[in-house]
């Protein structure tokens, strides 16, 4: 039977007895220090995120070095001093004293543990963190520490010297360190043999078993069974080691070999017993959600719909899955698995989940293809060379009455909502529609017989997506209609009237219009009608569409002419747009101002990757922007966190109708401005198809304008006259496929939230919010408040030396031409020359001087780049004073408090120890 008081005995000694010297309290600083550097890195000042990442990342390197330097004397200094054979007589079990010891240096690693937590203080100081995700980091930082103090207490119970005990205890911790590098030498070995397959499965399996991989969900907030018991597992297979190594004195030499033999069996079983046990652990995971927004745990949508599919109704998924992946992807496969068997555990039977593992050119590979998913080539490293894999990460869902198909699982795909929805739509008896309107940006089709845009393929997974043709009719009156009446957003809740006799002739229950600044009149005004009816329709028109260039530059922006036809042989001209693009029919409907050549520019960005970007690519975030960029009033955009668009325009209320409702629903911050058609756009030539083109300016003049400038609006009116029900946005290239298929890669680190956005608008005109928060559904932006605030006036310092530099060089420009004027009227009013000598005279000096003025108009363009270069430069350094001056600071606080505390109880240890002494005996 073990007794607590024996081992709290033995523990008590042992920790007083690491604190009885100053080497103690140096240990324990070096850890504070060290454990602050790395969690306030450079890295962690350019991901701008308040998290503890950087230190979670290096936290295994850091271990290698305390965890030896708490145990080494553990047992050797016992062995060295003889005083093991002493405590082994005591009135105690070697496995009491063995306990005895591990909590004592388990209680000098929380202690060190404890002094670090003045990171998080700092942490907090700097900005808002998750407290979930901190706590649950620092709980992975203490298993994490107690299972390797086992490892070090085995190489102190090896030796009776604490140096050579120290560098065993390096080595046996770096294995479970350095299982996470052995995946490169699997790899190396899988390029030389034929079985790949096997290899690559023990390779995932050594990556699993590391250190680092057991850390990454206690980083992100979530403590997972699975990790404390790798952890627990790992103590009491090292801790059964200690127990044999200390219990060998016991054994006769004659017993020896039969001893070793029973141990070696014993200590077999239990390995094998705790990895039987983490295998079950692991296939079902069971792990408690403490992040701030419960990311990692089912949603109420998805609750929901697995209870909705009725119990009669089978759905099967067929999961297409290949067994080894890319690195970056074994999470991803990882989760996707998880929750394929959660899904199905919580149907109560209504799903059949069949897991098709698809080696390549085989049989299931075929059989995948012949379903719609196909298999994505992915580029990865490996040994210092770039190399390429296809693999299957896709699921085929079908009922009775529908099917889907979802291609692959990315890693920056929300799988969770990818799988609710896909079960909510394949259980309903009927989809929703939503119509997309021909118009020239043709996102039905590339215009060359290829596919569809992504935003349709992304709209088909949910609803029943229809081309309209704005050539005909779009309304059509409802005693004609041979469908039955409109669902969704066009039906009327509790028995109300509908507003009007009209419902869309194909039956459809929003519209999408992409570039309806193309329409000619006729095709405008069945726009226009529809719309005035009240049908809810998401429009977006864009200024300056940055995707619509060619070797001429700008050829789809609503001021210019429509293309096509036209010459010798090209055919008649084109009919041209209505209102020459500036949509004024349907902005008077709407009752907006929108200018069809004014594009707005922000020089907020809070993203230092793209730092070299101009402020025409605007960010729409929450970070560092006083203003409000996000509508809380919008189920659309209040869980939105960060957007860029590219050239957008803006829009603005004209007011006078009280009835109607003008929400804006994206903002820039007030460090904007507008620029008009002649300020960003210059005239081009081709040289290729000899034509005259517009192409954008690089550096155009900016003047901030102080105001926040709405990009994006829903606007309401719910009276029978003038109903309206539209959310108009003034940019297209936020829509463009690069955003959806970086959200389904996940390449970059930054999450945007564009194609969220898109979908939300949809599910809220149709009627249907019932994915928004599931879509909606991320981890909150936290990003360095303090360090921003430090660094927003150095922003404005540049913006200010910028403008200074462009007044400067615009009155420059101004005097010279008046120089010019001046220059040309002495002539003209020269009396002693005739009209043709004044008209020649004033030609040739025109020439001159208009070439002097070019000349210094590109010498005064020379320099003001140079001068704003030099700005930035300096705003650059003194942003990163800002950060090294922050990075010293955190750095120090965690070494004054051990300091504190050591030389307080070492000076009243002395104290003691003085007057305890009989003053006689005492040097004088």
Not at 4 to 13: G, P
Not at 267 to 288: D, E, I, K, M, Q
Not at 488 to 508: N, R, T, V, Y
Not at 871 to 879: G, P
Request: hydrophobic share 40%.
């Amino acid at each position: 039977m073990i007794r607590t008081h024996v081992i709290l005995a033995v523990a008590k000694r042992n920790f007083r007895s690491y604190f009885s010297g100053v080497l103690g309290y140096l240990f324990i600083t070096v850890f504070c220090v060290a454990s602050a550097a790395m969690a306030f890195s450079s890295a962690f000042f350019a991901a701008n995120s308040a998290s503890l990442d950087q230190l979670t990342q290096a936290f295994p390197w850091l271990l290698l070095f305390v965890i030896p330097a708490i145990t080494m004397t553990t047992w050797a200094d016992e062995r060295k001093l003889g005083t093991d054979e002493l405590l082994f007589t005591l009135p105690s079990s070697e496995v009491e004293i063995l306990l005895g010891k591990y909590l004592a240096v388990f209680a000098v690693y929380s202690v060190a543990l404890l002094f670090s937590l003045v990171n998080v203080v700092v942490l907090f100081l700097l900005g808002s963190p998750d407290t979930g995700a901190v706590v649950s980091s620092y709980a992975g930082y203490w298993f994490a520490g107690g299972a390797l103090l086992s490892a070090g207490m085995l190489a102190s119970a090896l030796t009776n010297s604490a140096t050579v005990s120290f560098v065993m205890g390096v080595v046996f911790c770096c294995v479970p360190v350095l299982l996470y590098y052995v995946t490169d030498v699997v790899e190396w070995l899988a390029g030389l043999r034929d079985q790949t397959a096997e290899l690559y499965e023990l390779r995932n399996a050594l990556a699993a078993l590391s250190l680092q991989e057991q850390l990454r969900d206690f980083s992100v907030g979530v403590v997972p069974i699975t990790g404390v018991a790798w952890f627990s597992f790992f103590s009491l297979v090292m801790l059964y080691l200690n127990f044999v190594v200390i219990s060998k004195r016991r054994w006769g030499v004659q017993n020896e070999l039969n001893m070793s033999g029973q141990y070696f069996l014993r200590t077999l079983c239990l390995v094998v017993t705790c990895g039987s046990l983490l295998f079950v652990f692991w296939h079902y995971p069971v792990r408690a959600d403490l992040s701030s927004e419960r990311l990692f745990t089912l949603s109420a949508a998805t609750r929901e719909t697995l209870s909705n599919i009725k119990s009669s109704q089978q759905i099967t998924i067929q999961a297409f899955i290949s067994p080894e992946v890319p690195a970056d992807y074994v999470e991803t496969r990882r989760q996707l698995i998880g929750l394929l068997r959660e899904f199905k555990r919580s149907s109560g039977g209504a799903i059949d989940l069949r897991e098709v593992s698809v080696e390549p050119f085989s049989d299931e590979g075929e059989q995948a293809r012949a379903l719609g998913i196909e298999p994505v080539r992915l580029q990865y490293d490996r040994d210092g060379k770039r190399e390429e894999a296809e693999i299957f990460m896709g699921a085929f869902l079908q009922s009775a009455s529908d099917e889907i198909v979802i291609p692959f699982f990315g890693k920056g795909l929300p799988i969770e909502y990818e799988l609710t929805r896909s079960l909510r739509t394949v259980s309903q008896e009927k989809r929703l529609k939503v119509g997309v309107l021909l118009t020239d940006a043709k996102v039905m089709t590339d215009g060359e017989g290829g596919g569809k845009w992504e935003i349709v393929r992304e709209l088909e997974k949910q609803f029943d997506v229809i081309a309209v043709n704005p050539s005909q009719k779009i309304l059509k009156s409802a005693a004609d209609a041979e469908t039955k009446p409109e669902v969704g957003a066009d039906s009327k809740k509790d028995g109300e009237e509908k507003q009007d006799d009209k419902i869309p002739a194909e039956g459809f229950d929003v519209l999408l219009a992409i570039m309806p600044s193309s329409l000619t009149q006729p095709q405008m005004d069945n726009f226009v009608e529809y719309v005035k009816a009240g049908k809810p329709t998401l429009i977006f028109d864009d200024p300056c569409p940055y995707i619509f260039q060619n070797q001429s530059g700008l050829v789809m922006a609503p001021r210019l002419p429509k293309q096509g036809g036209g010459g010798m042989f090209g055919g008649p001209p084109p009919e041209q747009k209505a209102d020459n693009g500036e949509l004024t029919a349907l902005m008077s409907a709407l009752n907006v101002k929108w200018d069809n050549g004014q594009i707005t520019y922000d020089r907020n960005n809070p993203h230092t990757q793209f730092a070299t970007l101009p402020p025409e690519y605007v960010f729409i975030s929450r970070t560092g922007n006083k203003a409000v960029p996000f509508s809380e009033e919008s189920d659309v955009t209040k869980s939105l966190q960060d957007l860029v668009m590219l050239f957008p325009g803006s829009i603005t209320d004209r007011a006078g109708r009280k009835e109607q409702k003008f929400t804006p629903l994206l903002r820039t911050s007030t460090e904007s401005g507008l620029l008009d058609w002649e300020d960003f756009t210059s005239q081009s030539f081709n040289p290729f198809t000899m034509s005259p083109g517009v192409e954008i300016k690089q550096n155009p003049r900016r003047r901030d304008d102080g105001d926040s400038h709405v990009i994006a609006a829903h606007i309401r009116n719910e009276t029978k006259e003038t109903p309206l029900n539209v959310i108009f946005c003034s940019d297209i290239d936020m829509i463009t496929d690069w955003f959806f298929m970086e959200r389904n890669r996940g390449m970059l680190d930054i999450q945007f939230d564009n194609v969220t956005f898109v979908l939300n608008a949809v599910d809220q005109l149709a009627g249907d919010e019932t994915f928004i928060p599931l879509r909606s559904r991320r981890e909150k932006m936290r990003t360095l408040q303090f360090v921003e605030e430090r660094t927003s006036n150095l922003r404005k310092n540049l913006n200010k030396d910028e403008k200074e530099a462009q007044d400067q060089m615009d009155s420059a420009l101004k005097k010279a031409e008046d120089e010019l004027r001046s220059e040309i009227k002495k002539i003209q009013d020269d009396q002693g020359l005739d009209e043709r000598s004044k008209e020649v005279m004033v030609r040739t000096k025109e020439e001159q001087l208009n070439r002097q003025l070019e000349i210094q108009r590109d010498q005064l363009e020379r320099d003001l780049n140079a001068q704003v270069r030099k700005s930035a430069l300096e705003m650059k350094r003194k942003v990163r004073q800002v950060e090294n001056t922050v990075k010293i600071i955190a750095c120090m606080i965690p070494a004054i408090l051990p300091i504190c505390f050591g030389m307080l109880f070492l000076g009243i240890r002395n104290l003691a120890e003085q007057q305890s002494i009989n003053p006689n005996r005492r040097r004088t």
